[in-house]
């Protein structure tokens, strides 16, 4: 007997294909969730500590200010007055550190060509560029030894942070703790930005500064002398790191490197970078 096609017989198989079809896509296929997120059913469920459509965006810590610093807005130190600002149970330098001399009152020495710059085994200092300018705005670059010298590079009662007091900072701006370890790549998008001075500071930056952090594009110093990013008092480099007195334990290096924090022109968050002892960074003071 032979089949008699109708048109009704022809809808029905249409619709028959066409729910097969939608039965069968992926809603996930085309959407990237970020900061760990999981795309379920076609929505980013996200991780502790990030919110948004794609999980883009960090949950904003309730921030307070408490009397860490003790109610003090300044220090003076090697003749020049450092803003402080306190943040959570910390009190932190509110711009890099600029001395030429050691807690003691002896000089940093400086004055290196790039290859003697490279060499240093003991504590060296540097102008970014040799500019005697740039410190005013910028502060100085100190190479990790300088961060340990036992004549001490910040005042009486401050010290250089180690990775973990940088950890505490990022924790209390609302860092997952699942972020503690990460390195090499970007932790928490929006800390960075919080950190860094915003365009409508005096020195500007492109973050919100609503800390009083004030974070600027310092440049650096490699260990082969030559300057890092094209700094000008007219314009920005591509961003600035902050030395940790931290050894980097985690990765086997030919020579020990050591944690910094590093903020780019780029992005919002911050990275945490190991680089050996010959490099040249600045530093922020931490009340002990």
């Not at 030429?100 to 710059?117: C, T, V």
């Not at 591509?238 to 590093?262: A, C, E, H, I």
């Amino acid at each position: 007997m032979k089949s008699i096609s109708t048109p009704l017989n022809c809808s029905l198989l249409l619709t028959l294909i066409l729910v097969t079809a939608l039965g069968c896509s992926n809603p996930c296929e085309d959407i990237q969730c970020e900061n760990g997120g999981i795309c379920i059913s076609g929505i980013c469920e996200c991780p502790e500590g990030f919110a948004g459509e794609l999980c883009d965006s960090i949950v904003q810590t309730q921030i307070t200010y408490s009397d860490s610093c003790l109610d003090q807005n300044s220090i003076t130190f090697d003749g020049y007055d450092y803003n402080i600002v306190a943040i959570g149970s910390q009190c932190w330098f509110a711009e890099n550190l600029r001395t030429a001399h050691f807690a003691n009152g002896d000089p940093i020495p400086s004055d290196f060509n790039n290859p003697d710059w490279g060499e240093l085994n003991t504590a060296g200092m540097t102008e970014y560029q040799t500019n005697p300018m740039i410190p005013e705005v910028y502060g100085q670059l100190y190479n990790w030894h300088a961060t340990t010298d036992p004549r001490g590079l910040c005042p009486s009662a401050w010290h250089v942070p180690s990775d973990e007091e940088w950890t505490q900072l990022e924790l209390y701006l609302g860092m997952p703790e699942w972020h503690n370890d990460l390195s090499g790549q970007l932790r928490a998008t929006g800390i960075g930005t919080n950190l860094k001075a915003s365009p409508s500071n005096s020195h500007p930056w492109n973050g919100t500064d609503s800390l009083g952090f004030t974070a600027l594009p310092a440049g650096g110093r490699s260990s082969s002398g030559q300057f890092l990013d094209n700094q000008t008092l007219s314009g920005f480099s591509q961003g600035t790191n902050f030395w940790t007195t931290s050894l980097d334990t985690v990765t086997s290096w030919p020579n020990d490197r050591y944690w910094t924090r590093k903020l780019l022109d780029q992005h919002s968050g911050v990275y945490r970078d190991p680089w050996t002892a010959q490099y040249g960074f600045s530093v922020r003071c931490l009340k002990d």
